[in-house]
């Protein structure tokens, strides 16, 4: 029997991930009328939980690498910003326009790495980066009448968030930081961030409202251990495309469970989007085989 390639455990596991994080974008919606920051706290609550238990069985020390705190603060704050903002984007568009503008992340990154890495983009890069920018603006449709305005900056604000937040787990990663060190400060800071809005919350959840959020929870832990594993097994320069399998998720789960279809100005932008994704990812493997030679 021949033997499954790290490369092909890789790419299912970041399908896996990413079927993960659109059924925790579903859960949220689900959930119903629960405040942004209570949905943000179990979905951390719940990855807090489960990180620390891998922590404590791989005994890996809390004390981060000497020089990481600045890092850790950046990425926790962040992180927690573009969280928040993605889960409110989450309740108020359709579900695979909130996804994608959060998919704006890496088009981020690498502006945020100019300035935090001192790393010079490629004309594919800036190329990249402005025809996401384009396809963010006709997920947006600033202007256009009926469109809410305020949900899809904060899914754009998100992105960039995330983009930031991404930005210095590299720069921790190349200090030699160990990954669950980082995740575990992620989620403990977002946790302590919404734990005073989930215990003043004039909200009573329901038991169905109380299972999606955990539900929630869940999910996200799948998602966030699926891509971990997967870039352990696999370069993200192989691997990184198949993260964007998460729009087709979305769109597909928004329409079977809220009857949401996305209108044709979205479908250029997400076409926008992730080709400007599989470009950079075509042009980093042209290149690291040319460099090969």
């Given at each position: 029997?021949?033997r499954?390639s790290?490369r092909?455990?890789?790419?299912?596991?970041?399908?896996?991930?990413?079927?993960?994080?659109?059924?925790?974008?579903?859960?949220?919606?689900?959930?119903?009328?629960?405040?942004?920051?209570?949905?943000?706290f179990?979905?951390?609550?719940?990855?807090?939980?489960?990180?620390?238990?891998?922590?404590?069985?791989?005994?890996?020390?809390?004390?981060?690498e000497?020089?990481?705190?600045?890092?850790?603060?950046?990425?926790?704050?962040?992180?927690?910003?573009?969280?928040?903002?993605?889960?409110?984007?989450?309740?108020?568009?359709?579900?695979?326009?909130?996804n994608?503008?959060?998919?704006?992340?890496?088009?981020?990154?690498?502006i945020?790495?100019?300035?935090?890495l001192?790393?010079?983009?490629?004309?594919?890069?800036?190329?990249?980066?402005?025809?996401?920018?384009?396809?963010?603006?006709?997920?947006?449709?600033?202007?256009?009448?009926?469109v809410?305005?305020?949900?899809?900056?904060?899914?754009?604000?998100?992105?960039?968030?995330?983009?930031?937040?991404?930005?210095?787990?590299?720069?921790?990663?190349?200090?030699?930081?160990?990954?669950?060190?980082?995740?575990?400060?992620?989620?403990?800071?977002?946790?302590?961030?919404?734990?005073p809005?989930f215990?003043?919350?004039?909200?009573?959840?329901?038991?169905?409202?109380?299972?999606?959020?955990?539900?929630?929870g869940?999910?996200?832990?799948?998602?966030?251990?699926?891509?971990?594993?997967?870039?352990?097994?696999?370069?993200?320069?192989?691997?990184?495309?198949?993260?964007?399998?998460?729009i087709?998720?979305?769109?597909?789960?928004?329409y079977?469970?809220?009857?949401?279809?996305?209108?044709?100005?979205?479908?250029?932008?997400?076409?926008?989007?992730?080709?400007a994704?599989?470009?950079?990812f075509?042009?980093?493997?042209?290149?690291?085989?040319?460099?090969?030679?």
């Amino acid at each position: 029997m021949k033997r499954i390639s790290p490369r092909i455990k890789g790419i299912a596991c970041i399908i896996f991930a990413a079927f993960g994080f659109s059924m925790m974008s579903v859960f949220i919606r689900l959930a119903g009328d629960v405040p942004t920051a209570e949905k943000a706290f179990f979905r951390n609550f719940a990855a807090l939980l489960l990180v620390s238990v891998l922590l404590a069985v791989k005994r890996v020390p809390l004390k981060p690498e000497k020089g990481s705190w600045p890092s850790l603060v950046g990425r926790a704050v962040f992180g927690t910003i573009g969280m928040l903002l993605n889960f409110y984007a989450i309740d108020h568009l359709v579900l695979a326009d909130a996804n994608m503008l959060n998919k704006l992340s890496p088009f981020f990154a690498i502006i945020f790495s100019i300035f935090l890495l001192r790393e010079r983009p490629s004309a594919m890069q800036v190329a990249g980066v402005l025809t996401a920018l384009l396809g963010s603006a006709l997920i947006i449709k600033p202007g256009f009448e009926g469109v809410p305005l305020v949900p899809s900056l904060a899914g754009f604000v998100s992105g960039a968030a995330a983009g930031l937040a991404y930005t210095f787990v590299r720069k921790l990663g190349q200090r030699g930081e160990n990954s669950l060190r980082i995740v575990f400060y992620f989620s403990l800071f977002s946790t302590l961030i919404t734990l005073p809005f989930f215990l003043l919350s004039p909200v009573r959840l329901t038991g169905h409202q109380l299972l999606m959020l955990l539900l929630c929870g869940c999910s996200a832990c799948i998602g966030q251990f699926g891509i971990t594993q997967a870039y352990l097994l696999a370069p993200a320069k192989e691997i990184s495309v198949y993260d964007y399998t998460q729009i087709l998720f979305a769109a597909a789960l928004g329409y079977i469970f809220f009857r949401q279809i996305p209108d044709g100005w979205s479908v250029v932008g997400y076409v926008l989007i992730c080709g400007a994704g599989v470009g950079m990812f075509l042009y980093n493997r042209h290149m690291d085989h040319k460099a090969a030679r």
